[in-house]
């Protein structure tokens, strides 16, 4: 998903003109046969008039297309009018599908699906439409006729722009503006680019200034790490500025441009910044209907702006209003958002916080993909049907996400047949035209076809960046040997999905070649591994999941691994029973024989603590990395064994616990319950996923090895929250770090401040408290995706007391506490005192250890509130010494005073 925060400004309602005979498609029920390749049959030829006639715009021959027995007079008029302009420029007719017509004798007649688009100077437009066509009996290849004409679906809203090269505009203190953001140029050149509108576009050339200054405070912090200053000061040389054209006439003030005519040095510079800039977005790939470069115009109140800075390369601001966070300002090249957040405007309309749900078209009920996986060549070949709810008030376009590099060839509706869609360039969206605005409530089911090359998917921290939101719980770096293994998991957009991760059963058929093995989300149905009786992929096996329950978003991966290990572990909630199974890499078998024991105790006490299991079976894939880690869909999880030739040094990062063998393991299995049964409802909140998973796996070192192992992860989070947590907030998700490419940030705060956070909540709280609130937040959410603000009013209801203030400074704050200590030692008893700004108080419990003589030691829990909190403690004997935070529980920084 390359630039989904930028090029999803490319906010579409393509608009749906005039229309529609939607007559339902009886497409699904018979037997579609491709094109004809090489020379064109008679139905093509009578095709290859109809383009030749549109291209000359000759209305007049078109008649002759027609069956004067089946076409009157007036219907033969009407489309004559739909077809044709007389503006027509360019015409391009492409047959996409054709079936038997039932009321020909076979070979004499069909349904067939076309694709008409038809160009003027400045704009374009699509027409899917059914011709029935028939020949005589007996008719040679000329005889063929258009008996009927039904029209799909149409779209128009295609610009081809233009940059006005004729005309510059002397500018001084030229300024636009746009949310939080300002461009001046101070003094040099302005051209103008246009549509068929008006003008939607401007080049900037000469001495200008970029100012921009976000208002949320966490955003001001990002950009003092990016820039050094909370606002960003940049002088730059060019400038490409994409508005709406009634934008344009209304909020750009030109009376300081004087036209002049263009100098060609000018003008050639102005086309060298349009030339590179202008495609970035709201480019629309139509395939084989057209090469040129169409466009559709932002929406009213949008804005897009490519600078080309001094100091930072070029820089994408852009404003697109309906995005939950709207105002975006981007680096291409490093893939990078710099800031992403919600103007006053937004706030105002979607409150403090929201749900990525809420904001879909439309809900995935049922995936059933069908894969054939060529793992040495990286390649795929699928086909998805997709059982969806319509969730929008009216939708006439679904957008769906689905890599870039897979080529749809078809887009077939149970209910309209074959339907019109759309690429993005530069994006992983397919945009499915619907004929007519489909109300909410509306199910439907596509099915789509696609196939291509689609790299694995590295398991990568590193370059979270790339992918922005829709990253998940990847927890390691790149492997760089070993065993190879083709993972596509939630980044990949290996199947046609929902545009954000959306709970959905599935079936899931993969077919691999000889000598691999799959694993995926869903329960392995047994017998299911069966010769595929496909040509193209002779001796391949497939392997059918079947995810019976919901599931955020769908993986596998394909290896050489054999079945080394199967147990039953005991289960809660619907079955008392939960299957384990283990594949293993050839080097990896006996890891993965050791792994199986481990891995049923694990999910036995994981089940155990939250009295659910959500997932009816588990399978792990022991593979090999050069480094260790792993990666946790629902339904199985992938561990990463270090190759024996590794020689990377990993041992210095926020997630290596040295002392603790299974952590990886304990971490991932975690997973199931926190980040896949319950899910984040947008980024801000993956400290669910990851600040869960490593709280739950410390919990486990604690059961499996003891007080001390629990005590050194809890000193490890607190070593790492404290040296990075000035980087930002905890909610600012995968954000963090992503700056300075650094996912080791992202570690330290998200997963070891998180489940540092979570430890101070308990203390906090009560383990009673605590752990109902877990159970009741998990029971609220459980196949939901869930907030902090969820948490929250869980824990409240359990504990009884306003958790707002603990939130608001642990998980919303970037800042941690310092507090100030003393004690004093008297007969009897000790008193500590403790002092923190009375400006920022936080909620803080700490431990104090004393220290008796006779060499016990006593543990209190001192909860921290307020700005001064003076605490005796009675004593039983002689105290020796008096210790603070001896167990690295409270995120804060001490002095004594
Ligand atoms: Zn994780």
Redesign the pocket.
């Known amino acids: 998903m390359r630039d989904r925060m930028v090029v999803s400004i490319v906010r579409f309602a393509l608009p749906l003109a005039f229309l529609v005979c939607a007559q339902p498609s009886s497409a699904q029920n018979t037997t579609h046969t491709a094109a004809q390749p090489g020379a064109p049959d008679g139905v093509g030829l009578l095709f290859h008039k109809l383009e030749l006639l549109l291209q000359q715009n000759n209305r007049d021959d078109f008649p002759a297309l027609l069956s004067t027995s089946d076409i009157t007079g007036a219907e033969a008029e009407q489309a004559t009018d739909d077809l044709f302009s007389y503006e027509t420029t360019r015409a391009v007719v492409q047959e996409r599908d054709r079936t038997q017509l039932e009321s020909a004798l076979p070979g004499d007649g069909y349904h067939v699906i076309v694709e008409i688009m038809t160009e003027t100077a400045a704009r374009a437009r699509v027409l899917t439409a059914r011709f029935d066509v028939r020949r005589p009996r007996g008719g040679d290849v000329d005889s063929w006729r258009i008996i009927d004409i039904t029209r799909l679906t149409f779209v128009q809203g295609l610009y081809r722009l233009r940059l006005d090269t004729a005309t510059q505009y002397a500018a001084r203190e030229f300024t636009i503006r746009a949310q939080d953001v300002q461009f001046t140029l101070h003094s040099g050149n302005v051209f103008q680019v246009v549509s068929g509108e008006g003008v939607t576009g401007l080049i900037l050339l000469g001495r200008g200034e970029m100012r921009f200054s976000p208002g949320p405070q966490t955003e001001k912090g990002q950009l003092r790490i990016f820039s050094g200053s909370e606002t960003l000061t940049t002088l730059f040389g060019a400038a490409f500025v994409r508005v709406h054209p009634a934008d344009f006439e209304t909020r750009v003030d030109v009376s300081g441009l004087r036209a002049m005519p263009a100098d060609p040095r000018q003008a050639k510079r102005a086309q060298d910044v349009y030339a590179v800039e202008a495609p970035k977005s709201f480019n629309i790939d139509l395939r084989d209907l057209s090469r040129e470069t169409w466009y559709i115009l932002p929406q009213t109140g949008d804005f897009l702006a490519e600078v080309r800075t001094n100091k930072f390369g070029t820089l994408t601001y852009s404003r697109s209003g309906g995005n939950a966070e709207d105002v975006t300002l981007f680096d291409r090249s490093r893939r990078r958002a710099i800031s992403l957040y919600a103007s006053p405007t937004t706030l105002a309309v979607r409150g403090a916080t929201y749900n990525e749900d809420e904001l879909r078209t439309y809900d995935v009920i049922d995936y059933n993909v069908d894969t054939m996986v060529y793992p040495d060549r990286q390649f795929i070949e699928g086909r998805t049907r997709v059982t969806l709810r319509v969730q929008a008030d009216a939708a006439a376009t679904l957008t769906m996400r689905l890599a870039e590099p897979l080529a749809v060839t078809s887009v077939i509706s149970s209910d309209f047949g074959r339907l019109l869609f759309f690429r993005i360039r530069n994006d992983d969206s397919l945009i499915v035209n619907l004929p007519v605005s489909a109300q909410r409530g509306t199910m439907m089911t596509l099915d789509i076809a696609y196939s291509g090359r689609l790299p694995t998917q590295e398991l990568d921290r590193e370059t979270v960046s790339l992918q922005g939101q829709q990253d998940e ?3 390691t770096e790149p492997m760089l040997k070993g065993e190879p293994n083709f993972l596509l998991s939630s980044r990949a957009a290996w199947y046609p999905q929902n545009v954000v991760t959306d709970y959905a059963r599935a079936r899931i058929r993969i077919t691999v070649p000889e000598g691999y093995a799959c694993v995926a989300s869903g329960q392995l149905t047994p017998g299911d591994v069966s010769l595929r009786d496909a040509a193209t992929m002779t001796g391949g096996h497939s392997y059918v999941f079947n995810a019976n329950q919901p599931v955020r978003y769908f993986a596998m991966v394909v290896s050489r691994m054999t079945p080394v290990a199967s147990t039953v572990t005991e289960a809660h909630g619907r079955s008392n029973q939960l299957a384990i199974n283990v594949l293993a890499n050839p080097r990896q078998i006996a890891r993965g024989r050791d792994i199986a024991p481990v891995a049923a105790d694990i999910m036995k006490f994981y089940g155990g603590m939250m009295e659910d299991t959500p997932y009816e079976s588990l399978t792990i894939a022991m593979l090999e990395h050069d480094v260790p880690g ?3 869909p629902a339904y199985f999880a992938i561990i990463n064994n270090a190759a024996p030739f590794s020689r990377l040094y990993w041992g210095n990062d926020p ?1 290596a616990f040295a002392g603790v063998p299974e952590f990886f393991l304990a ?2 299995l ?2 199931q319950w926190w ?1 896949q049964a319950v899910g984040w409802k947008n980024y801000h909140e993956q400290w669910i ?2 600040g869960f ?2 709280y739950f796996s410390a919990l486990y070192a604690q059961r499996a090895h003891g007080d001390a192992s629990f005590f050194a992860m809890l000193r490890q989070f607190r070593r790492w929250s404290l040296s990075e947590s000035d980087q930002g907030p905890i909610d600012l998700g995968y954000r963090l770090g992503l700056i300075q490419g650094q996912g080791r940030i992202f570690r330290a705060i998200i ?1 070891n401040k998180g489940a540092s956070v979570l430890h101070m909540l308990r203390r906090f709280v009560g383990d009673e408290a605590f752990f109902n609130g877990l159970r009741r937040f998990y029971g609220d959410r459980k196949f939901q995706k869930a907030g902090t603000d969820d948490f929250q009013r869980a824990m409240e209801a359990t504990s009884g007391r306003s958790l707002q203030r603990f939130f608001d400074r642990w998980i919303h704050g970037t800042d941690l506490p310092t507090l100030r200590y003393s004690s004093t030692i008297r007969p009897g008893e000790v008193t500590v005192l403790f002092d923190q700004d009375s400006r920022m108080i936080f909620d803080v419990p700490v431990t104090v250890t004393l220290q008796y003589a006779d060499g016990h030691v006593q543990d209190v829990l001192v909860p921290i509130s307020e700005a001064h909190v003076e605490q005796k403690i009675p004593t039983s004997g002689t105290v020796r010494d008096v210790q603070i935070n001896r167990d690295s529980a409270a995120l804060a920084r001490f002095n004594e005073s």
């Open positions: 719980d990847v927890d792993g990666h946790s997630s971490h991932e975690a997973h980040g996923s990851e998973a490593q997963y």
